[in-house]
C-alpha cells in the first residue's frame, strides 16, 4: 500500500472512537462465528462488510423460502422425575465464582477470572491423574485380594500400590472402588506402609468417620494400626463424640474404638462429652461415670442432666440402641433422671429394649424399665425377639427371670441383690409371688409355642437348652406340654453312635435335661418316660448301652420313682443283658447291678 494511503488510513482509524471500533471488531467476529455454524442460508449470503442484524437473526418471516433462516434447535424438555444434575463446586470455589460476577471489568476483573480459570484447568488434570493412578492400583489389587496369594507377596503388592498412590490417599480412601485398596494396604501391608498411610490422613480422621466408604479403613486402622495410632484415633474423636455418635455411620466407630480398643480412662473422656460441655475441651481422666461427676460438681445436676437429655435422646430416636457405648449412658441416666424423664425414655425405647439386653449395662436398663414402666408392654417386646434372646448369654437371663424369678440356680447371689432394689417402685402394688405368678400366666403358652416352633435349634445350644428344658419344667400345665414330650421323644429316636456328641443323648446339656425329666415324673401326671419308652426300639437300647451317659439315662429310667415307669423299663432291658455283661463303663457296670 502506497504511504500517501496508509497516512489516510491512520487517520480513519484516530477519527473512530475506541467503543465503535470494538463493537466492528466483535460484530465481525459473531458474522464468523455464524458463518463456521452454518446456521441457515443467511450465512451463506453475509458477504465481506456485511452486517448481521441480532434482532432479526432468527424472526418468523412468512413463506416457505428454504433461502430464509430456520430456527436454531429446541432445548429437550427434561422429565419433572429426573433430578437436575448439578456440577459439583467447592464453597471456596462458589465464592470466588459470585465475587466474580459482581465485578467490573477492569484489571482486577480479568485477574480473578483467569485465577478462575487456571484452578478449573488444575482440578481436571488432578482428576485426571486421579484416574490413572485408580486404575493402576486396582490391576494390582486384584492379585492382592485373592486367598492364594502369599503373605510375602502380598507385603511386596502393598509396597508397589504405596509407591502409586503416594501423596493421593487422602482423595482415594473416599471412593468407592478405592476405599478397598487402601483398606487391604492397611491390612496386609507392613509397618512402613502402615504408617505412611496413617500419616496421610491423621489430620482427617473425624471426616473419614463419617463417610460411608472411608470409616471401613478407620476400623481397619483400630484393628491393625499401632498402639499410638489407636490412641491417637480416640484422642481425635475429642470434641465431637455427641456428633458422630449421632450419625449412623460414624457411631460405629466410635462404638468400636470405645468397645474394643480404649482403656478405662480413654472411655471416661468418650462419655464425659454427654455430662457436661465443658468436658468438649477440658477433659478429667479422673471422672469415668456420670456418678463421679455429680459427687465432685453437686451444684451442676440440674443443668447436666438437661444437657445430657439432650444428647441422649437423639440417640435414642435415631434407633442408634445396639452399641454399648448408648447402654451405658441409658443406665447412668436413668439413675439420676425424674419420674417424668423416665417415662418419657420408656415410651421412646420400649421398642428397642431387645437391643438392649447384650450387654451388662443394657440389662440393667431394661430392669429399671420393667420396675417402672407397664410390664405387660416389656413382656410383648421380649416375646418378639425370644429365639433371639435364648441364644444370647445376657439375653436369656430376662426369659429364665420371668419364669423362675430369683432363682440362684440361673442368678448369681449379687444380681438376685440387685434386682431387691426394685422392689420399692411405685408401680408394684400386688404381692410379689401373686404378681410373677400372673406374668407367667401370661407368658407360659408364648414360651412354649416358641420352643415347640423349632425344637431342634434349642437342644442344638447348651444355652438355649437350659431355657427349653425350663419352659418345659414351668409351663407342664399349659395346653401343649403333651405334644412337647412327644417330640421330645421322636428326637431321641434317631440313631446314636457312640463317640458322636451331636446326639441328644450324648451332649452335656441334653443329657442333664433328660436325667431331670425322668426324676420329676413324679411330681407330675403326665409322664416324660412313658412317651420315651414306648418311642424308644430294642435297637435304640443296645445303642444306649454302649454309651456312658445312654446307660445313666436307663438308670434314671429305673430310679424314677413310678413304679409303672421302672417295670417298663425294666422289661424292655432285660433281654439286652447278655450285650450289657460285655460293656467296660461306668454306667453299664451300674445298670447291670440294677437289673440283677
Given at each position: 500500500?502506497?504511504?500517501?494511503?496508509?497516512?489516510?488510513?491512520?487517520?480513519?482509524?484516530?477519527?473512530?472512537?475506541?467503543?465503535?471500533?470494538?463493537?466492528?471488531?466483535?460484530?465481525?467476529?459473531?458474522?464468523?462465528?455464524?458463518?463456521?455454524?452454518?446456521?441457515?442460508?443467511?450465512?451463506?449470503?453475509?458477504?465481506?462488510?456485511?452486517?448481521?442484524?441480532?434482532?432479526?437473526?432468527?424472526?418468523?418471516?412468512?413463506?416457505?423460502?428454504?433461502?430464509?433462516?430456520?430456527?436454531?434447535?429446541?432445548?429437550?424438555?427434561?422429565?419433572?422425575?429426573?433430578?437436575?444434575?448439578?456440577?459439583?463446586?467447592?464453597?471456596?470455589?462458589?465464592?470466588?465464582?459470585?465475587?466474580?460476577?459482581?465485578?467490573?471489568?477492569?484489571?482486577?476483573?480479568?485477574?480473578?477470572?483467569?485465577?478462575?480459570?487456571?484452578?478449573?484447568?488444575?482440578?481436571?488434570?488432578?482428576?485426571?491423574?486421579?484416574?490413572?493412578v485408580s486404575v493402576k492400583a486396582k490391576q494390582s489389587w486384584e492379585e492382592l485380594r485373592r486367598e492364594d496369594c502369599q503373605p510375602e507377596r502380598k507385603v511386596e503388592i502393598c509396597k508397589d500400590l504405596y509407591r502409586i498412590v503416594r501423596g493421593k490417599v487422602a482423595k482415594?480412601?473416599?471412593?468407592?472402588?478405592?476405599?478397598?485398596?487402601?483398606?487391604?494396604?492397611?491390612?496386609?501391608?507392613?509397618?512402613?506402609?502402615?504408617?505412611?498411610?496413617?500419616?496421610?490422613?491423621?489430620?482427617?480422621?473425624?471426616?473419614?468417620?463419617?463417610?460411608?466408604?472411608?470409616?471401613?479403613?478407620?476400623?481397619?486402622?483400630?484393628?491393625?494400626?499401632?498402639?499410638?495410632?489407636?490412641?491417637?484415633?480416640?484422642?481425635?474423636?475429642?470434641?465431637?463424640?455427641?456428633?458422630?455418635?449421632?450419625?449412623?455411620?460414624?457411631?460405629?466407630?466410635?462404638?468400636?474404638?470405645?468397645?474394643?480398643?480404649?482403656?478405662?480412662?480413654?472411655?471416661?473422656?468418650?462419655?464425659?462429652?454427654?455430662?457436661?460441655?465443658?468436658?468438649?475441651?477440658?477433659?478429667?481422666?479422673?471422672?469415668?461415670?456420670?456418678?463421679?461427676?455429680?459427687?465432685?460438681?453437686?451444684?451442676?445436676?440440674?443443668?447436666?442432666?438437661?444437657?445430657?437429655?439432650?444428647?441422649?435422646?437423639?440417640?435414642?430416636?435415631?434407633?442408634?440402641?445396639?452399641?454399648?457405648?448408648?447402654?451405658?449412658?441409658?443406665?447412668?441416666?436413668?439413675?439420676?433422671?425424674?419420674?417424668?424423664?423416665?417415662?418419657?425414655?420408656?415410651?421412646?425405647?420400649?421398642?428397642?429394649?431387645?437391643?438392649?439386653?447384650?450387654?451388662?449395662?443394657?440389662?440393667?436398663?431394661?430392669?429399671?424399665?420393667?420396675?417402672k414402666g407397664n410390664a405387660k408392654i416389656i413382656l410383648g417386646e421380649i416375646l418378639s425377639s425370644f429365639k433371639e434372646l435364648a441364644f444370647h448369654k445376657y439375653g436369656r437371663k430376662v426369659i429364665l427371670y420371668v419364669l423362675c424369678p430369683r432363682d440362684?440356680?440361673?442368678?448369681?447371689?449379687?444380681?438376685?441383690?440387685?434386682?431387691?432394689?426394685?422392689?420399692?417402685?411405685?408401680?408394684?402394688?400386688?404381692?410379689?409371688?401373686?404378681?410373677?405368678?400372673?406374668?407367667?400366666?401370661?407368658?407360659?403358652?408364648?414360651?412354649?409355642?416358641?420352643?415347640?416352633?423349632?425344637?431342634?435349634?434349642?437342644?442344638?445350644?447348651?444355652?438355649?437348652?437350659?431355657?427349653?428344658?425350663?419352659?418345659?419344667?414351668?409351663?407342664?400345665?399349659?395346653?401343649?406340654?403333651?405334644?412337647?414330650?412327644?417330640?421330645?421323644?421322636?428326637?431321641?429316636?434317631?440313631?446314636?453312635?457312640?463317640?458322636?456328641?451331636?446326639?441328644?443323648?450324648?451332649?452335656?446339656?441334653?443329657?442333664?435335661?433328660?436325667?431331670?425329666?425322668?426324676?420329676?415324673?413324679?411330681?407330675?401326671?403326665?409322664?416324660?418316660?412313658?412317651?420315651?419308652?414306648?418311642?424308644?426300639?430294642?435297637?435304640?437300647?443296645?445303642?444306649?448301652?454302649?454309651?456312658?451317659?445312654?446307660?445313666?439315662?436307663?438308670?434314671?429310667?429305673?430310679?424314677?420313682?413310678?413304679?409303672?415307669?421302672?417295670?417298663?423299663?425294666?422289661?424292655?432291658?432285660?433281654?439286652?443283658?447278655?450285650?450289657?455283661?460285655?460293656?467296660?463303663?461306668?454306667?453299664?457296670?451300674?445298670?447291670?447291678?440294677?437289673?440283677?
Open positions: 500500500m502506497p504511504a500517501p494511503e496508509q497516512k489516510q488510513r491512520r487517520q480513519e482509524i484516530k477519527k473512530t472512537s475506541h467503543r465503535d471500533h470494538f463493537k466492528k471488531v466483535q460484530s465481525k467476529k459473531k458474522v464468523r462465528k455464524w458463518q463456521k455454524s452454518g446456521s441457515g442460508a443467511q450465512s451463506h449470503d453475509a458477504g465481506k462488510g456485511s452486517k448481521l442484524n441480532p434482532k432479526k437473526r432468527f424472526t418468523k418471516k412468512k413463506g416457505n423460502d428454504s433461502s430464509k433462516p430456520s430456527h436454531p434447535k429446541k432445548r429437550p424438555l427434561r422429565d419433572i422425575n429426573q433430578k437436575e444434575v448439578k456440577p459439583k463446586s467447592s464453597k471456596e470455589a462458589r465464592l470466588k465464582l459470585k465475587k466474580l460476577l459482581s465485578m467490573k471489568k477492569g484489571p482486577e476483573y480479568w485477574k480473578a477470572y483467569k485465577e478462575i480459570r487456571k484452578k478449573k484447568l488444575e482440578k481436571r488434570l488432578e482428576d485426571d491423574k486421579v484416574l490413572q482415594l480412601v473416599m471412593a468407592p472402588d478405592m476405599s478397598r485398596v487402601v483398606e487391604s494396604m492397611m491390612q496386609f501391608g507392613d509397618i512402613e506402609v502402615r504408617a505412611a498411610l496413617f500419616e496421610e490422613l491423621k489430620s482427617k480422621i473425624v471426616e473419614l468417620c463419617s463417610s460411608v466408604y472411608a470409616h471401613f479403613f478407620v476400623l481397619k486402622l483400630l484393628k491393625y494400626g499401632s498402639k499410638q495410632q489407636r490412641e491417637f484415633v480416640v484422642d481425635s474423636f475429642r470434641g465431637h463424640v455427641p456428633e458422630l455418635m449421632r450419625h449412623k455411620v460414624a457411631s460405629s466407630v466410635v462404638e468400636s474404638a470405645f468397645n474394643e480398643w480404649s482403656n478405662a480412662s480413654q472411655r471416661g473422656c468418650l462419655l464425659q462429652e454427654f455430662y457436661d460441655p465443658h468436658f468438649k475441651v477440658f477433659k478429667d481422666t479422673s471422672v469415668t461415670s456420670f456418678s463421679k461427676f455429680l459427687e465432685t460438681h453437686p451444684e451442676k445436676r440440674e443443668s447436666s442432666l438437661e444437657y445430657f437429655k439432650e444428647n441422649l435422646m437423639p440417640l435414642v430416636d435415631k434407633g442408634l440402641m445396639q452399641h454399648s457405648l448408648v447402654h451405658r449412658l441409658l443406665f447412668e441416666y436413668v439413675n439420676f433422671c425424674s419420674e417424668a424423664d423416665m417415662k418419657e425414655l420408656i415410651e421412646s425405647i420400649r421398642e428397642h429394649l431387645a437391643q438392649c439386653l447384650h450387654t451388662r449395662d443394657g440389662t440393667h436398663v431394661a430392669m429399671h424399665c420393667i420396675w440362684p440356680r440361673h442368678l448369681h447371689p449379687e444380681y438376685i441383690k440387685l434386682l431387691a432394689q426394685g422392689d420399692s417402685n411405685t408401680h408394684s402394688k400386688k404381692h410379689p409371688e401373686l404378681r410373677q405368678a400372673e406374668l407367667l400366666a401370661a407368658a407360659s403358652k408364648s414360651f412354649l409355642r416358641e420352643v415347640l416352633g423349632s425344637p431342634e435349634d434349642y437342644l442344638s445350644d447348651n444355652g438355649a437348652t437350659l431355657v427349653f428344658n425350663t419352659v418345659l419344667e414351668k409351663c407342664l400345665d399349659v395346653e401343649g406340654s403333651q405334644e412337647a414330650f412327644q417330640l421330645l421323644a421322636e428326637k431321641i429316636k434317631e440313631p446314636l453312635v457312640p463317640g458322636e456328641v451331636k446326639h441328644i443323648v450324648e451332649r452335656s446339656a441334653t443329657h442333664l435335661m433328660l436325667k431331670k425329666l425322668i426324676v420329676t415324673d413324679k411330681q407330675r401326671k403326665v409322664h416324660f418316660s412313658d412317651y420315651l419308652l414306648d418311642a424308644v426300639t430294642s435297637e435304640n437300647l443296645e445303642q444306649w448301652i454302649t454309651c456312658n451317659r445312654g446307660a445313666f439315662i436307663l438308670i434314671a429310667l429305673l430310679e424314677s420313682g413310678v413304679k409303672s415307669i421302672e417295670e417298663k423299663a425294666r422289661k424292655k432291658l432285660i433281654p439286652l443283658k447278655p450285650k450289657l455283661r460285655q460293656q467296660t463303663s461306668k454306667g453299664a457296670q451300674i445298670l447291670l447291678k440294677k437289673l440283677v
